[in-house]
């Protein structure tokens, strides 16, 4: 079964960091392409940050670029989510997702297939 935990959510100041960890279990972590979503308060969950199987290749939304980072560590089946220079308008549930994927390109939300049960961010003013 697989599994997607993530972890380092919190409060924080606009301007501030935070970094977040999505730790994967129960299937071959590197065959696997990763993302990032958000949800807002009464918004529809939108496409944070995908990175490749082999984190050769990043795609970011447009209101991320410059400040968030999206990595992973193979080797200890991890995803990261660097968030840097945090703004109010970033306050949302965060979570990470899989996608059976081997393509550079980005897939369809549709075809990630596994989600997590996601971490509440909250900046403020």
């Known amino acids: 079964q697989v599994q997607l935990v993530e972890s380092g959510g919190g409060l924080v100041q606009a301007g501030g960091s935070l970094r977040l960890s999505c730790a994967a279990s129960g299937r071959t972590f590197s065959s696997y392409a990763m993302a990032w979503f958000r949800q807002a308060p009464g918004k529809e969950r939108e496409f944070v940050a995908h990175?490749?199987?082999?984190?050769?290749?990043?795609y970011y939304t447009d209101s991320v670029k410059g400040r968030f980072t999206i990595s992973r560590d193979n080797a200890k089946n991890t995803l990261y989510l660097q968030m840097n220079s945090l703004k109010p308008e970033d306050t949302a549930v965060y979570y990470c997702?899989?996608?059976?994927?081997?393509?550079?390109?980005?897939?369809?939300?549709?075809?990630?297939?596994?989600w997590g049960q996601g971490t509440q961010d909250t900046v403020s003013s």
């Open positions: 990175i490749t199987k082999s984190g050769g290749m990043t």
């Open positions: 997702a899989t996608a059976p994927w081997a393509y550079n390109s980005r897939p369809r939300r549709d075809q990630y297939d596994y």
